[in-house]
């Protein structure tokens, strides 16, 4: 051999590297790609890039077997004539049939009935483009996957202190002395994390993890404390109860930056009666907070809040002079998590109530007494001028673990409160925004008020996905019953900010609210582990009318993969791979702002799409200008845009307005920023700086930004914000009371259908409140007695890794995950074959013990069970008949409580999945039953296009041996 | 470890050869010094030594099977300083060559004596050969058998019991195969061979037994609490990492139940140390000369056994890293 | 002689497996690939990995720790595997104490993966040859790459720097440092191997809080209870 000291890797072959930005998951770091030959050489992390600063994960590092996947799609293909949806029999057709199907179709349906025609995507991150298709389409229904994700965790923050974690905002760990973290086992913002959770526990930070489950970051928590799962709730509130009897609240923030000392309305027999009180004052309409409202000043009494020398306090009860009784609203708070005791929560959640006390006390303490000055001077919002910028080393990071519960609003509005409390919001060593956020409570983006906001031909009267901030702002018709095809913004679930996709299909096949004609598939597995009740839904998908007309009449998946839902397509659209083509991670949907500014980000083209696949970004493009959508076309109707780069660079929220899908380097010469003229060369510059753009904020303008008057008002000028005005945090929310006044008949306006009046009456409860996971009513609890979850490994992506070659080496089928305990009890031993069941539905899969879970919780690695013969796999492989989805045994929808009244299995304010509230029973296979995971499917076929049969053997060399050359 | 057909064939091949050997060359010594009859060179020992290099030629083959590249097998001999690998590869085709060249002579009627010891004992060219090609013949039993009693991490194995073991039953297979050969040729030293044999067997029952009992008692140095460095009584491994096995799993692992293992221990026991002898002593009383070739059957079988079993048996310590899949 | 190697702190490490794809992915298509796969899209798919991270349970539920623990050819400073090699293709350099496999000389007899008590050696399947961790020899010793890339691919990948790289004869290395002060150990020492690599345990941070710092003069509640005195109310308001 060649004596490795002597040669350089960089003398074999013609050798180039490129930068872009990884799509291996949602986390978007900057990659460096080394091609050799043209051949995928290497990809790494680039040192360059702020948001992973050149480390890379072990999906990111094996995005060469992603891009030269023998599932890799190359061809649009139609299904048969002859053939039946879901048995995978596809004709090649080109590009120009697939657009004229398409254009023929969709035409149709936008001239006559709008809301026909579905969009829905899955782990994409363009839904500015998405969404703006469907809008300018005019159809509501359209969603991406966050209802089905962790819209509880954007909700329930958002609504309480103006931002959320992930891309929006997280812990500040550099500054952090104790994190607390829950329910999280990946999180979207993956590598960054990481990397600064070994930076905080080498800085000699005390990091805990409540979590059922004991892997993964929680591995090296400094604490485990195991907690029952959909009891965070209780959990929460009995350390608000104790942080707030002890008194280790920090007052001067509570009174200053939240709603704490403002008066409510407290007289039960008022139609304001947990309102604000608010005072006569000229306010311009704006989706923002006003500050009419009063706080009780110890010598004077009422006075208007942040009145310079006020004294306010936040406890007692008041009666205003007109006689009205108020109350501040940390009193409200103080009664409500009276009950919230220690003792009671640990019942509920099955941690003992001296670890309650002392995780509050840990927190309480250390918040207060190991506080940060910086000496960064700024002016907030009411002209005080501060010398420095303080903070409480305390910080909090939690997922779905907290989410995908039918509790979970109100948990991470708890979550949210107890950070309140400690005084960590957007201030070191607390939680820190991450631009565009904060932004108003709630943010001002509205859906259509009702059904005439859907026309023919014309846009739809309202963004598809917003924020309702009343009653009023509700997508509903006269009987108050939904618009959309998965309800959201109906009374059933009022605040489903990211719409409920998990329902879609069930809605469709039913017709309830209404049948639609045309479900467009992007970027989602559907068919698979995306869906809830997976069986059953394959079945909608292929279930036809007494006529013989499919209940969906047409389908089109755009898919870069032979993904289970492929099989379901009538027309199949192949997307390129995010090394083939342009995209954006712009500040219009998902950037990955730092908390020092906003960052935004593309990716471009590496290397030449593989066979006939084109980028959906195009196939939207081109379908805008064949319908004539007036974002995408010129007056005369002729097309717009070229292509997506020219969409992108050219692309203004409103004819000038100097907004587009990328903040950096704008203006003719790329002199400006955030907002500007396009810039014919703005991709060439992305290019040259790593693919990204950072804007540092001022140090003064880093911290407080709810309340900053130099941020707010330096937001406002470069568009980022509408209003230059404080965002209160909503402690107390005055928006879910306002829904509960609504369902109370005490307000005029919208109100819900008399069956859901209990509903919302119960759950838009002002404050948190802990009640039981939905489910476990209707579900008998002994027979059931045990919790279900899933949780993401590292190394796979949903369901998309398992064709990558080197990562399903590392998870190639799954198991059950049980204390021994409990499986012993169960007459279960290590490695057995066993069936998991709940009331839906049951699994036959293996048992892997361990002790590193709560005995009443069972688990399994997320979506690495696959349909034989999907993803390029043979039908022998382990993915199949070894691998299980949990998916199968969890439901869409709640048991039925009145005969033909259906409610998705949700959160009952925001329409999230209720992914973890499954209960399960579990029980040993007999030895005579086959080894092989139950249910089995079909085997799918492989699909015209797909590459030819892969040896036994596999030997990457990049340029010498590797897979990327033509004829592979 | 996981039992390699390749080594197993190419241990007890060479072995039987090597012993084929010895025996043969202990019959013309003692026929030299008259003790035994002595036999026609041409007839008997160049036909043994055919067999004995026929012998080494198969155990040759087999371990072909057990190189990744056998087309550099060459290569091996590089490093005779250090490697006990490399000593057989060059000390066996040694061997061969004088076991040849034994046949060979004895095929030519170099009968000639070269001198003569005291009073009686002519010394020809094939007794300085078989001296030598003795002599290496112990040699080789030592390499092959040290390659696995080097080994310090296989317990089992790093014993000086593994060599007595090796050369034993190579002694023991060598003489029983003699005898049968002698039967089979019809001559009459099946006794003189046999004998020989069931001396070798006797004594490689004490030392294996003796290694069967050292390993049952065995306390492994290493303990999955220094494979990974962490204090605690209950560790488990939940995953080595990889779910569709590898290298380390293949190689290192018998696959096989314990019951397996038991059952194949007691009978190569059975095979080798019952059977065998009792068939041979069978042909004192009738003499057939099925019997003794049946016992050399019997005998090879339970060595095939038995080194499956040694392999099987050696607990290597990189297993502590491999235990679990999730 | 300078004798380089990984220390692997189990503190941070969180199992993500960075660096054992990275590693793939570099490793395959350099000096030491390819690194065959065997049924890549069948089934029991299997190939050949330098680097595993594998999964550890000590201790009984509620008291589990999970310990992550990637595991690579730790480059002993007496190699076993070296000497048994017959054809000399397994060495250990002068230069830097790195141990190769030299595999135009390999014959594949898998000697030296006997005389490795750490299973770090993998026989490529395809190639037939003994391959394994080459502490990335190809670009560490790359002068054509800027100094803060000359290191291992599993290095620069891994999120939590839970790998470190450097001359552990070095007194001054930043992994001499932290074997020195973070109790850095090896593995099975019990065969006087000497492994280069090391690994830092896990260690533990907790917060004492003292009674009297949950009874202060600055509890916001009593400037609350002023304001209570002031309007009449009684200590019930505030008292739990
Ligand atoms: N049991 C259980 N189920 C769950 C969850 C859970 O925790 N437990 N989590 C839920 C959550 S949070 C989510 S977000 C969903 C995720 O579920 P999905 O959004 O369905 O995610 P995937 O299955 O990974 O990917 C969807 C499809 O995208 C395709 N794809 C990959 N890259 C590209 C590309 O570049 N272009 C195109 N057009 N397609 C591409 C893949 O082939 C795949 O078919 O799963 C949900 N399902
Ligand atoms: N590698 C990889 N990364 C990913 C993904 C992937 O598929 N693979 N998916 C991406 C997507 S779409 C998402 S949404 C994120 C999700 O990121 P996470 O939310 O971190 O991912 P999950 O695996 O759903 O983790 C849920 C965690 O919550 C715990 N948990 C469940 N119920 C409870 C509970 O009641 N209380 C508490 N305290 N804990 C609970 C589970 O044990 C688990 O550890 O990850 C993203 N990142
Ligand atoms: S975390 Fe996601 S974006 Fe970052 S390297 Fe890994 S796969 Fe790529
Ligand atoms: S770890 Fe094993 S392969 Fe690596 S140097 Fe040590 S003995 Fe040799
Ligand atoms: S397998 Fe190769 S490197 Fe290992 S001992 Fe044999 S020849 Fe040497
Ligand atoms: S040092 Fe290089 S070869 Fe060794 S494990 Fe790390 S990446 Fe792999
Ligand atoms: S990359 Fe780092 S954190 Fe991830 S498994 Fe490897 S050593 Fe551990
Ligand atoms: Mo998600």
């Known amino acids: ?445 509205k859906p259509p008020k009702g059904p005439e906001g859907v026309q023919p031909n014309t846009p739809l009267d309202g963004m598809p996905l917003g924020w309702p901030a009343e009653p009023n702002d509700l997508f509903v018709d006269e009987q108050g019953e939904p618009v959309r095809i998965d309800k959201a913004f109906s009374w059933e679930h009022p605040l489903s900010v990211h719409g409920l996709m998990h329902n879609v299909i069930t809605n469709a096949w039913r017709g309830d609210p209404y049948r639609i004609d045309t479900l467009m598939l992007f970027m989602a597995n559907m068919a698979w582990n995306s869906s809830m009740n997976t069986v059953k839904v394959r079945q909608m998908l292929v279930d036809k009318d007494e006529d013989g007309e499919y209940k969906i009449p047409f389908i089109i998946v755009c898919d870069t993969f032979q993904s289970e839902t492929v099989a379901f397509a009538d027309l199949v659209l192949p997307d390129t791979s995010y090394l083939e083509r342009y995209d954006a991670m712009s500040l219009l949907d998902r950037p990955i702002s730092e908390f020092s500014g906003p960052v935004d980000a593309i990716r471009i083209p590496v290397v030449e799409p593989k066979g006939e696949c084109k980028p959906f970004q195009e196939v939207l493009i081109e379908l805008g200008s064949r319908l004539k959508l007036p974002a995408f076309t010129n007056e005369d109707g002729s097309r717009k845009y070229r292509d997506y780069p020219g969409f992108l660079i050219n692309f203004e929220t409103a004819p000038g307005s100097g907004i587009g899908f990328l903040s950096g380097w704008r203006g003719k010469d790329g002199a400006r920023t955030l907002k500007g003229e396009p810039n014919p060369r703005q991709l060439d510059m992305y290019a040259k700086n790593n693919c990204m753009f950072q804007f540092e904020l001022p140090k003064s303008y880093q911290y407080m930004r709810n309340w900053n008057k130099g941020y707010l008002e330096w937001a406002r000028g470069h568009g980022m914000t509408r209003y230059a005005e404080p965002i209160s945090i909503h402690l107390y929310s005055e928006v879910l009371q306002k829904f509960r006044l609504a369902a109370q008949g005490k307000s005029s306006g919208k109100q819900p259908p008399e069956r859901l009046r209990r509903r919302v009456e119960t759950y838009f409860d002002p404050l948190p409140f802990y009640y039981e996971p939905l489910e476990n009513r209707h579900v008998d609890t002994q027979k059931y007695p045990l919790n279900a979850l899933t949780q993401r490994p590292m190394a796979m992506y949903h369901s998309w890794d398992s064709q990558n070659a080197w990562l399903r080496q590392i998870h190639t089928h799954n198991y059950l995950f049980v204390n021994p305990q409990t499986a012993r009890a169960s007459g279960i031993g290590d490695g057995d074959w066993m069936w998991i069941e709940s009331p839906h539905g049951r699994i036959r899969c293996m048992c892997r013990y361990s002790q590193a879970v709560e005995p009443g919780t069972v688990w399994t690695w997320n979506a690495i069970g696959k349909v034989s013969g999907a993803w390029g796999l043979t039908e022998r492989a382990n993915e199949s008949q070894k691998g299980f989805l949990l998916n199968h045994i969890i439901s869409e929808e709640l048991p039925l409580e009145k005969a033909g009244e259906y409610l998705s299995n949700s959160d009952p304010v925001t329409g999230q999945a209720a992914w973890f509230d499954v209960r399960v029973k579990i029980y040993r296979a007999d030895d005579d039953e086959p080894r092989v995971t139950s249910p089995q499917f079909e085997t799918q076929k492989k699909l015209p296009g797909q590459d030819a049969k892969r040896g036994k053997w596999q030997a990457f060399y990049a340029g010498v041996t590797g897979l990327g050359k033509a004829g592979r | 470890m996981h039992p390699a057909f390749s080594v197993i064939f190419l241990t007890t091949l060479i072995g039987a050869g090597q012993g084929l050997f010895l025996a043969l060359f202990t019959g013309q010594f003692y026929s030299l010094a008259n003790l035994i009859p002595a036999q026609d060179s041409a007839g008997f020992y160049a036909v043994g030594s055919f067999v004995v290099l026929l012998l080494l030629g198969l155990g040759l083959f087999a371990s072909i099977f057990h190189l990744g590249r056998p087309e550099r097998a060459w290569r091996s001999a590089a490093k005779w300083r250090t490697s006990w690998l490399s000593r057989e590869v060059i000390v066996l085709p040694l061997f061969m060559l004088l076991v040849f060249a034994y046949g060979f002579a004895h095929y030519m009627g170099w009968n000639e004596p070269l001198f003569t010891l005291g009073a009686d004992i002519e010394v020809d060219v094939t007794i300085l050969i078989g001296i030598a090609a003795s002599f290496i013949s112990f040699v080789l039993f030592v390499c092959t058998a040290m390659i696995y009693a080097s080994v310090k991490f296989l317990e089992e194995w790093h014993h000086w019991l593994t060599v007595a073991n090796y050369t034993l039953f190579g002694l023991a297979s060598g003489f029983m195969l003699a005898a049968a050969f002698s039967a089979q040729q019809g001559v009459a030293l099946v006794s003189f061979f046999g004998s020989w044999a069931v001396f070798f067997l006797f004594i490689a029952f004490i030392t294996r037994f003796a290694s069967l009992l050292r390993n049952a008692g065995l306390k492994h140095k290493s303990t999955l609490q220094s494979a990974i460095g962490v204090r605690h009584n209950a560790i488990v491994q939940e995953t080595q990492g990889f779910m569709g096995g590898s290298f380390n799993t293949r190689e290192f692992f018998h696959g096989r139940s314990e019951a397996t293992l038991k059952m194949v221990r007691l009978l190569f026991l059975l095979l080798i140390f019952i059977l065998s002898p009792l068939l041979l002593a069978i042909s004192w009383s009738i003499s057939s000369p099925l019997l003794p070739i049946a016992a050399f059957s019997v005998l090879y079988i339970g060595l095939l056994l038995e080194r499956w079993y040694f392999f099987a048996e050696a607990k290597h310590p990189q297993n502590f890293y491999y235990q679990s899949m999730a | 002689m300078s004798q380089l190697a990984l220390v692997i702190d189990l503190n941070v490490c969180v199992g993500c497996h960075a660096c054992v794809t990275s590693c793939k992915e570099w490793n395959t298509s350099g000096w030491a690939g390819p690194m065959a796969d065997l049924r890549p899209y069948d089934v029991d798919p299997t190939g050949t990995f330098f680097n595993r991270v594998q999964t550890y349970e000590v201790g009984e539920f509620p008291r589990t720790e999970t310990i992550h623990f990637p595991k690579s050819c730790l480059h002993c400073e007496d190699p076993p595997c070296v000497p048994v090699c017959p054809t000399g293709a397994s060495y250990k350099r002068e230069d830097n104490g790195v141990v190769l496999v030299d595999y135009d000389k390999c014959i594949g007899c898998k000697y030296c993966a006997w005389s490795c008590p750490y299973g770090a050696r993998e026989l490529d399947g395809r190639e037939k040859v003994m391959k394994k961790c080459t502490l990335c020899i190809d670009r560490i010793t790359d002068e054509t790459l800027p100094e803060s890339e000359r290191k291992p691919a599993c290095v620069l990948a891994c999120p939590t720097s839970a790998r470190l790289f450097g001359d552990v004869h070095d007194p001054q290395s930043e992994v001499s440092i932290a074997i020195r002060e973070q109790g850095g150990y090896q593995l099975m020492p019990e065969w006087g191997t000497k492994p280069a690599n090391h690994y830092l345990p896990r260690r533990k941070t907790r917060i004492t809080i003292h009674a009297d710092e949950l009874d202060r003069v600055d509890n916001p509640l009593l400037e609350e209870l002023d304001a209570a005195v002031s309007e009449g109310a009684s200590i019930d308001d505030v008292a739990f």
């Open chain 1, 1 to 445: 051999m060649l004596d490795p000291v002597e040669h350089s890797d960089s003398e074999l072959g013609r050798v180039e590297v490129k930068n872009t930005t990884c799509y291996m998951c949602a986390c978007r770091c900057g990659i460096r790609v080394t091609l050799r030959d043209g051949e995928i050489r290497h990809i790494e992390g680039n040192p360059e890039h702020p948001h992973n600063q050149g480390v890379i994960c072990a999906k990111g590092a094996s995005g060469i077997m992603k891009q030269y996947s023998p599932a890799r799609l190359s061809k649009p293909l139609l299904r048969k004539q002859d053939a039946e949806r879901g048995e995978s029999e596809f004709e090649e057709i080109s590009w120009e049939q697939a657009f004229s199907i398409m254009e023929e179709r969709l035409g149709h349906l936008r001239a006559t009935d709008p809301k026909k025609f579905a969009l829905f995507t899955g782990r994409d991150q363009m839904q500015a483009l998405t969404g703006l298709f469907a809008r300018q389409f005019g159809t509501p229904n359209y969603a991406a996957h966050g209802g089905f994700c962790s819209v509880n965790m954007a909700a329930g923050m958002i609504y309480t202190i103006g931002g959320s974690f992930w891309e929006f905002g997280g812990p500040d760990l550099d500054r952090s002395k104790l994190f607390i973290m829950l329910g999280t086992a990946e999180d979207h913002d993956s590598n960054p994390l990481k990397i600064h959770l070994s930076k905080f526990k080498r800085n000699g930070g005390r990091f805990i993890s409540i979590n059922p489950i004991r892997t993964g970051y929680s591995a090296i928590a400094d604490e485990w404390v195991p907690i029952k799962p959909g009891t965070d709730g209780a959990l929460l509130l009995a350390i608000c109860h104790e942080i707030i009897k002890q008194g280790l609240f920090d007052r001067e923030f509570l009174i200053q930056y939240s709603n704490a000392a403002e008066l409510v309305v407290n007289d039960p027999e008022r139609d304001d009666f947990g309102l604000f009180h608010r005072f006569e004052m000229h306010v311009e309409e704006g989706c923002f907070d006003p500050e009419n409202k009063l706080w009780w000043d110890r010598e004077i009494g009422a006075i208007g809040t942040h009145t310079p020398g006020a004294d306010p306090v936040i406890l007692g009860e008041y009666t205003l002079d007109d006689g009205i009784k108020v109350t501040p609203s940390f009193q409200l708070l103080k009664d409500r998590v009276e009950e919230y005791t220690p003792e009671w929560a640990e019942g509920i959640t099955h941690i003992p109530a001296s670890t309650i006390r002392r995780l509050a006390h840990e927190m309480g303490v250390t918040a207060r007494d190991q506080k940060i000055e910086l000496p960064i001077a700024w002016r907030d919002v009411w002209g005080n001028e501060h010398k420095s910028v303080t903070g409480n080393p305390v910080s909090f990071h939690a997922m779905r673990g907290l989410a995908a519960h039918s509790n979970g609003f109100h948990t991470i509005r708890a979550l949210s409160i107890l950070m309140t409390l400690l005084g960590t919001i957007d201030r070191p060593g607390g939680f820190r925004h991450k631009a565009p956020f904060p932004r108003p409570i709630p943010p001002c983006p």
